[in-house]
């Protein structure tokens, strides 16, 4: 009987999860939340210092940009803040930002004009984080 029972019962359990078993766990990101705001400023940071001394001859702002250059194009996946993790836990293609990197590079050395970054993030206020957006802000101020 006990055979029997665990043979039918086998039978009647599903073997897919659904997708609101698979995804309840994985939406809730409150605990990666805060590790996932220092990636992308890490993240940011890199991309301004690339962008925003990519022809620079500044010694110190050449600095900036060869070691914003060797994060970005490391492809080494050692540790929780190389260029790829942070990519992948944020959802980002890490190659395809690396190219069109690449590509913007290439754009600026041949002469092309591109825009560039801000010079300051918008999710950084009067140096306090903050995630609210310019109509958010401006509403904040009206109040």
Not at 84 to 91: A, D, F, K, Q, S
Request: some cysteine.
């Amino acid at each position: 009987m006990d055979w029997e029972s665990g043979v039918l019962g086998s039978l009647f359990t599903p073997e897919v999860l659904t997708p609101e078993q698979y995804y309840d766990e994985r939406r809730d990101d409150s605990v990666m939340r805060p590790v996932k705001r220092l990636m992308m400023a890490v993240l940011e940071d890199a991309l301004r210092c690339f962008q925003n001394n990519a022809v620079t001859r500044n010694g110190a702002r050449k600095r900036l940009f060869s070691e914003a250059e060797e994060w970005l194009c490391n492809d080494d996946s050692d540790g929780p803040f190389s260029f790829n993790t942070v990519c992948e836990t944020l959802g980002i293609e890490p190659r395809y930002l690396r190219s069109g990197l690449l590509r913007w590079r290439e754009e600026q050395l041949s002469g092309i004009a591109t825009r560039r970054l801000a010079r300051r993030s918008p999710v950084v206020r009067n140096g306090k984080i903050s995630i609210r957006t310019r109509r958010g802000a401006r509403r904040a101020h009206r109040a």
